[in-house]
Each structure stands twice: as C-alpha cells, then as structure tokens.
Antibody, heavy 124, light 107 residues
Framework: QVQLQESGPGLVKPSQTLSLTCTVS??????????WSWIRQPAGKGLEWIGR???????NYNPSLKSRVTISVDTSKNQFSLKLSSVTAADTAVYYC????????????????WGQGTTVTVSS | DIQMTQSPSSLSASVGDRVTITCRAS??????LGWYQQKPGKAPKRLIY???SLQSGVPSRFSGSGSGTEFTLTISSLQPEDFATYYC?????????FGGGTKVEIK
C-alpha cells in the first residue's frame, strides 16, 4: 500500500524559501500512472491546490502561486519536492503531498492517497 | 478557476440522521468530482470518486450523485465516527479547486 510522508523545516523566516520533500513508499514514483501533488491548508481554513508533477518532470502550478513555486522529482530517491519562495505569514499552513491518478485518456482522477501533512510556520 | 460552492457550511445532526451536502460548480465538470472527509489534525480521506463511485473500504452509508454542475454527498444514517468536515474537489479543470467545507457536528 502506497504511503506518502512529508518532511522539512517547521519554521521559515519571512522572505525566505520554504522547502519540503515528500517520500513515497510502497510503490514507485516512476510508475507513470500518477501525478504527484502538493496541497496546503491554513489553520481553520479550506484546502488550496499548489501544483503537481509527473514522473517525466512536467509540472502544473496554481496560477495564484506560479511565480513562487517550483516542484521537482527525484526518481532515484522516490521523492518529490516543493519550493515556495518569498514566503510571508500568509503561507503558514499545513502542507500535504498527495497522489493523483491518471485516466487512460490522460485526464487526472483526483487525489486518492495523502500524506499526514506537515505544519510550516512563517515567522521571524 | 472553477468555483465550487458547498452548502451548508455547517450542520448539526443526530446519530441515525440522513445528511445531505451539496456542491455546485461554476461551470460544467462532467463527473470529475470527489468527496473527502477530514477529521481534526488528520489529512483528508477520499470517500467518493467520479461523483458517485464509493472508494474501497468506505462504508456503504456514504453515497454520491450528480453530474455537470450539481453534486450531492449523502450519509444515509449518521454514525458517531462521521462527525467531521467534508469537502468536495473538482479535477476537471486546472487548477483543481475545493469546496469551502461542511462541518458536521453533533446535535
């Protein structure tokens, strides 16, 4: 059974870059049948999709964050990563990584497996 | 972006009640919608995919319906473990967008 686990600093200073890694276990990130995504949730608020990456390295980013987001994949380590630059207090949230299936026609099927989430606080 | 309007934002119900939650999309999304349950401090868990298909391992008291712009999640007989927040998620158009959530509380 595939499991995802987020890791990274829990505290980031304003204007710096938030960096998180998601480690995939129980399956290969290179399987080709999935997108690998990042989603976040500020405390007490709703969910926001940040972006996704395919095993080939192709990415889609939420336009609202596109100028600050980079998602990358390391197939040798079965990991994918998130970098969010120029962070402010508004970026304080629980960050989740998730797996999203891909249909035969190539369209996404929604996130089915999620990591447990990691809390990132932006503060000096 | 496609806007997902979820209602109600909260509801109070008793064990055994039938509960219905609705999501409306700002444009047609076929059946590209999932329903998720989130408990405090936990990640969302998918209950329904493709608008009406039950995720493996999810109790049959959960059901989903709808297509196009209007979707419904129904809990046929609310159980104590069902008190949580529920979200819909459309993945028809990028970026995927969530409804605002429905908090189901104990009456």
């Amino acid at each position: 059974q595939v499991q995802l686990q987020e890791s990274g600093p829990g505290l980031v200073k304003p204007s710096q870059t938030l960096s998180l890694t998601c480690t995939v276990s129980g399956g290969s990130i290179s399987s080709g049948s999935y997108y690998w995504s990042w989603i976040r949730q500020p405390a007490g608020k709703g969910l926001e999709w940040i972006g996704r990456i395919y095993t080939s390295g192709s990415t889609n980013y939420n336009p609202s964050l596109k100028s600050r987001v980079t998602i990358s994949v390391d197939t040798s380590k079965n990991q994918f990563s998130l970098k969010l630059s120029s962070v402010t207090a508004a970026d304080t949230a629980v960050y989740y990584c998730a797996r999203e299936g891909i249909a035969a026609a190539g369209n996404p099927l929604g996130a089915d497996v999620w990591g447990q989430g990691t809390t990132v606080t932006v503060s000096s | 972006d496609i806007q997902m309007t979820q209602s109600p934002s909260s509801l109070s119900a008793s064990v055994g009640d039938r509960v219905t939650i609705t999501c409306r999309a700002s444009q047609g999304i076929r059946n590209d919608l999932g329903w998720y349950q989130q408990k405090p401090g936990k990640a969302p868990k998918r209950l329904i995919y493709a608008a009406s298909s039950l995720q493996s391992g999810v109790p049959s008291r959960f059901s989903g319906s709808g297509s196009g712009t209007e979707f419904t999640l129904t809990i046929s007989s609310l159980q104590p473990e069902d008190f949580a927040t529920y979200y819909c998620l459309q993945h028809n158009s990028y970026p995927p967008t969530f409804g605002g959530g429905t908090k189901v509380e104990i009456k």
